[in-house]
C-alpha cells in the first residue's frame, strides 16, 4: 500500500503531524486514519511492532519510538512524576502495558491548541509549510520564546488536525498586557524552565523522590510541615504568594480552588496525592534559586532514593546515536550528557566512559582534551600531541580508537563556543496571552479558559 510520508519537522506536535499526514493523503475522516496507517505498517512488515497510534505515526515519520515521544510529544511531561517506579518501566516507550501508550501518548496538555503567528510566517518561508510546535503545547506557556509574540489559542475541536495558518483568523491572541506583568516574575521563568527539561527527560521521576523534596524544601523555609491535613491549604498559598494569580487559575486552577487546594497539602502527609506534573514542578520553582538548583535536587533525591544501581538495572541499553547526541549537544561534557538520557552523575561517568568518551568539561589547554584538540583539530601527531599535553600515548591512542568521530564533533562545537564567549547574552524573549476584545461577550477571553466549564483534566498519570 502506497502512503505519502510526510518529513517529521523539528519540535513538531505528533497530532499535528498526523494532520498533515491525513491532508497530503486526501484522508478526510481523521478516524480512518489509523486503519490506513496499520494497512501501510502491514504491507511493509512493521503490523507486530506498531499496536499503537503514536507507534504507527513514529513508523510512518521513520523514527524510533522512544525518540519520537520525547521530541514530538509532551508524554513525558504529562508523566514526569510517577508513583511505583519499581513496578514500571524506567524509560519513556517502554510498554509492558499497551494501554499506557494508547491512552496517553497522544493526550493534549491543555484544552485548547496554541501557535504563534510569527512562526507560522517563517515555516512556511523556511519549509512551505505551517506546523504545531510542542513547545507551545506545555502548561504555563502563553507566548513564543523564539519571537517574542502572543500566542494565539484555537480551542476548536481536533484543531491540530488543521494547519496552524488555517485557523489563524479564528484563532484569538492572548493579552499582552497580562503578559507584560509575567515578565519579571523569576518563578514563572524557573517553572517553564524545569518543565522544558522534564518534557525532553528520558525517564521519569518516581513522586515519591519529589515528595521528599518539597517536604525538604518547606522545611527549610520554615514552614509547617506538620503530617496532617489542616483545613487552611498551606502549600496553595505558598504558590499564591510567589505566582501570579491570573497565571496561576490559568495553568493550575486547583491552587486556587479552595476546596481543592487542600488536596495539595496531602504531599505534607507524605501520601500519594496523585498530582499533575505541574504542580510538582510549581512548588520546587517556588521554593529554588533557580532552576538548574531545582533539577539537581530532583535528580539528587532521585539518586539517593534508589542507592545508584547499575545502569541495567535502572534503564535499558541506550543506543549509539542516542549517547553520541547528548554527546555533541552539550560540548562533552558527561554529566550533563547523561542528564539528557536520564542517567545519575555516577551512571554517567560509568557509561561513557565504557563507550570511550571521555569528558570534555576541563579546559581546553590541559591534559587529555588539549591531545585531542591538537590531533584532531590542529592535524598534529600523536606523539607531538601526546607530548605538549603531558599526557601518555597509550592513553591517546586508546581514546581516538573507540570514540574518533563523536569526539571531532563535541570538540568542533567547544571550539566554536569558546571563541563567542564574552559576548552578550540574548535577551529573554517577550511573554505576551488572550488579547481582550472590548465587547461584553469576549471579555472573559483575558485569562485563558479554565474552572468549572473547561473539561476535567485526569488527575492520575501513568507512565510507560
Given at each position: 500500500m502506497s502512503l505519502i510520508r510526510p518529513v517529521l519537522l523539528p519540535d513538531e506536535h505528533a497530532l499535528g503531524y498526523e494532520g498533515r499526514l491525513?491532508?497530503?493523503?486526501?484522508?478526510?475522516?481523521?478516524?480512518?486514519?489509523?486503519?490506513?496507517?496499520?494497512?501501510w505498517a502491514a504491507s511493509v512488515g512493521l503490523q507486530e511492532a506498531s499496536r499503537s497510534r503514536v507507534e504507527l505515526l513514529a513508523n510512518v515519520a521513520g523514527v524510533e519510538v522512544g525518540t519520537f515521544l520525547r521530541e514530538h510529544t509532551t508524554f513525558p511531561y504529562r508523566c514526569a512524576f510517577i508513583t511505583e517506579l519499581d513496578q514500571l518501566p524506567c524509560v519513556h516507550g517502554a510498554r509492558p502495558k499497551p494501554h499506557i501508550l494508547r491512552i496517553n501518548a497522544l493526550a493534549l496538555l491543555r484544552n485548547e491548541a496554541y501557535l504563534c503567528e510569527a512562526c507560522v510566517a517563517?515555516?512556511?518561508a523556511k519549509y512551505g509549510v505551517s506546523y504545531w510546535r510542542r513547545a507551545h503545547q506545555l502548561p504555563g506557556v502563553f507566548w513564543c520564546d523564539q519571537h517574542g509574540c502572543a500566542l494565539r489559542l484555537a480551542d476548536r475541536k481536533r484543531s491540530m488536525a488543521d494547519s496552524p495558518q488555517a485557523l489563524l483568523g479564528e484563532s484569538r491572541p492572548v493579552d499582552r498586557d497580562w503578559v507584560e506583568q509575567l515578565r519579571g516574575s523569576t518563578a514563572i521563568a524557573r517553572f517553564l524552565e524545569l518543565?522544558?527539561?522534564?518534557?525532553?527527560?528520558?525517564?521519569?521521576?518516581?513522586?515519591?523522590?519529589?515528595?521528599?523534596?518539597?517536604?525538604?524544601?518547606?522545611?527549610?523555609?520554615?514552614?509547617?510541615?506538620?503530617?496532617?491535613?489542616?483545613?487552611?491549604?498551606?502549600?496553595?498559598?505558598?504558590?499564591?504568594?510567589?505566582?501570579?494569580?491570573?497565571?496561576?487559575?490559568?495553568?493550575?486552577p486547583d491552587a486556587v480552588?479552595?476546596?481543592?487546594?487542600?488536596?495539595?497539602?496531602?504531599?505534607?502527609?507524605?501520601?500519594?496525592?496523585?498530582?499533575?506534573?505541574?504542580?510538582?514542578?510549581?512548588?520546587?520553582?517556588?521554593?529554588?534559586?533557580?532552576?538548574a538548583q531545582g533539577i539537581e535536587l530532583l535528580e539528587q533525591e532521585r539518586d539517593e532514593a534508589a542507592g545508584v544501581p547499575d545502569i541495567p538495572s535502572r534503564q535499558p541499553p541506550l543506543t549509539h546515536d542516542d549517547a553520541r547526541k547528548a554527546y555533541v549537544d552539550v560540548h562533552g561534557n558527561i554529566v550533563r550528557a547523561g542528564r539528557l538520557l536520564g542517567l545519575?552523575?555516577?551512571?554517567?561517568?560509568?557509561?561513557?566512559?565504557?563507550?570511550?568518551?571521555?569528558?570534555?568539561?576541563?579546559?581546553?589547554?590541559?591534559?587529555?582534551?588539549?591531545?585531542?584538540?591538537?590531533?584532531?583539530?590542529?592535524?598534529?601527531?600523536?606523539?607531538?600531541?601526546?607530548?605538549?599535553?603531558?599526557?601518555?600515548?597509550?592513553?591517546?591512542e586508546a581514546v581516538l580508537r573507540t570514540s574518533a568521530s563523536a569526539v571531532t564533533d563535541a570538540l568542533k562545537k567547544q571550539l566554536r563556543r569558546s571563541r563567542r564567549r564574552g559576548g552578550t547574552t540574548k535577551?529573554?524573549?517577550?511573554?505576551?496571552?488572550?488579547?481582550?476584545?472590548?465587547?461584553?461577550?469576549?471579555d472573559h477571553l483575558k485569562v485563558p479558559r479554565t474552572g468549572r466549564n473547561a473539561p476535567e483534566r485526569p488527575a492520575r498519570r501513568y507512565a510507560a
Open positions: 491525513n491532508r497530503l493523503n486526501g484522508i478526510g475522516n481523521p478516524r480512518r486514519t489509523w486503519g490506513i496507517m496499520q494497512a517563517a515555516d512556511i518543565g522544558h527539561y522534564v518534557n525532553q527527560r528520558a525517564s521519569p521521576f518516581d513522586e515519591r523522590d519529589a515528595t521528599r523534596l518539597v517536604c525538604r524544601l518547606t522545611r527549610s523555609r520554615g514552614l509547617d510541615t506538620s503530617k496532617r491535613e489542616g483545613s487552611s491549604p498551606r502549600l496553595a498559598a505558598l504558590l499564591c504568594d510567589f505566582l501570579d494569580a491570573g497565571w496561576l487559575a490559568a495553568t493550575i480552588d479552595r476546596s481543592k487546594a487542600v488536596h495539595i497539602d496531602r504531599i505534607l502527609s507524605r501520601r500519594r496525592p496523585w498530582l499533575l506534573t505541574e504542580v510538582h514542578l510549581a512548588l520546587v520553582a517556588a521554593m529554588v534559586d533557580s532552576a545519575s552523575k555516577q551512571q554517567s561517568i560509568k557509561y561513557f566512559r565504557t563507550k570511550g568518551l571521555p569528558s570534555l568539561a576541563c579546559s581546553t589547554r590541559v591534559g587529555l582534551n588539549a591531545a585531542l584538540m591538537s590531533f584532531l583539530l590542529d592535524n598534529k601527531s600523536i606523539e607531538e600531541s601526546a607530548r605538549d599535553a603531558a599526557v601518555s600515548i597509550e592513553d591517546l535577551a529573554r524573549a517577550a511573554r505576551p496571552p488572550l488579547q481582550t476584545t472590548g465587547t461584553q461577550e469576549q
